[in-house]
């Protein structure tokens, strides 16, 4: 077999383009990336209509996918109750996201006797292991009013293993609890008159940094809680006390949450799925749009959390996961290369 060295030179060409237009801070990115869902429809097919036709949990559960590498998958579940009637909340795929498309989470409404809420379930995967963690996600609430889970592993109570993102009817929750030894184990930051408007877009992280404070003493706590909301993180200053001020008007606390600290060595796992939409013990479900969900095994910094904020404001992706036609090419571009090497040496 042989290919014109001009069409090979075309080839290799069009493959340093791609990656030549991967920012290096996309790039980076990726270090750590364990779960990656961009809600987006590119990433299914279905019946080869573009733009696919919505999916909807009351048709059926349908896959969530992970493009991270990890293949952790979720599973967008209907809601299950004890009447013969279709409830009316469901989980809605195709609306439009902050990049690309997002999930839809509707209101169940009432009449119903709900057994187990519509939501996104990536079963039990990815627990803290103490090394550094980061939860990032965009949502679009519906409305501004009651308590709305919008993604959680765990801890559906404050002193419940795990983490969670929530919203009130006063502003964000970003909370979680451990079994270690630090000051207490309900840990938190909250801000108050955040989520001022429905049907506004919302950037909101979560990062557990066992290591944000090194100050040579390995009794004292050095692990901080730092939760971030359009960009602006609650700090690594330390308060062992509730509603005691941190960065950028967060506090510390939050959803009977005592404390930003741990010590080195507690770890913030659960036993129970990663769940959008819904709390970790089901209710308090969230009404909104979810899009850009994503998982580090790592403490991502300020500057990157921010990154990922500013790239969403601007409707790029947070991190260039290649596509299946990219995957290809590469793959024909190596294969080329190595044809045209051992003709040369034949």
């Not at 791609?18 to 990656?36: E, H, I, P, R």
């Not at 809601?79 to 902050?98: K, M, Y």
């Not at 559906?156 to 929530?166: E, L």
């Not at 809680?225 to 006390?241: C, D, E, K, P, R």
Request: charged share 15%; with cysteine.
């Amino acid at each position: 077999m042989y290919i014109p060295r001009q069409c090979l030179l075309h080839l290799m060409g069009t493959i340093a383009l791609t990656v030549l237009l991967t920012s290096s801070t996309q790039a980076a990115l990726l270090d750590g990336l364990q779960l990656y869902s961009p809600m987006d429809d590119v990433t299914v097919n279905r019946s080869g209509v573009n733009p696919p036709p919505a999916l909807e949990t009351n048709s059926g559960s349908y896959t969530v996918q992970d493009l991270a590498g990890t293949v952790q998958n979720g599973t967008a579940l209907p809601t299950t109750n004890s009447e013969s009637a279709t409830p009316s909340g469901q989980v809605v795929s195709s609306a439009t996201g902050i990049v690309g498309e997002a999930l839809s989470f509707t209101a169940e409404g009432t009449g119903y006797t709900v057994t187990g809420e519509r939501r996104v379930d990536y079963g039990n995967v990815l627990n803290d292991a103490g090394n550094g963690y980061t939860v990032s996600l965009w949502f679009k609430p519906a409305t501004t009013s009651g308590t709305q889970f919008i993604a959680s592993k765990g801890n559906g109570g404050s002193a419940s293993n795990g983490w969670s993102i929530w919203q009130s009817s006063t502003g964000i929750v970003v909370r979680g609890s451990h079994n270690g030894t630090g000051d207490d184990s309900r840990v938190g930051a909250y801000r108050s008159n955040s989520i001022t408007t429905a049907d506004t877009w919302y950037h909101v992280a979560l990062v557990i940094d066992p290591d944000a404070v090194v100050d040579g003493d390995a009794k004292t706590n050095d692990g901080r809680w730092i939760a971030y909301f359009n960009g602006l993180g609650s700090g690594t200053t330390g308060q062992a006390a509730v509603n005691q001020d941190l960065a950028n008007g967060w506090k510390s606390g939050g959803g009977a949450a005592v404390t930003n600290t741990f010590a080195t060595g507690d770890i913030f796992d659960s036993t129970t799925s990663i769940r959008l939409g819904a709390r970790d013990s089901l209710g308090a479900e969230f009404n909104g749009l979810i899009d850009e969900f994503a998982i580090w095994d790592r403490a991502l910094s300020a500057d990157e959390i921010n990154d990922i904020y500013q790239a969403g404001l601007n409707g790029d992706p947070l991190a260039p996961v290649p596509e299946p036609s990219t995957v290809v090419l590469l793959a024909i571009g190596v294969f080329a290369g190595l044809l045209v090497w051992r003709r040369k040496r034949t």
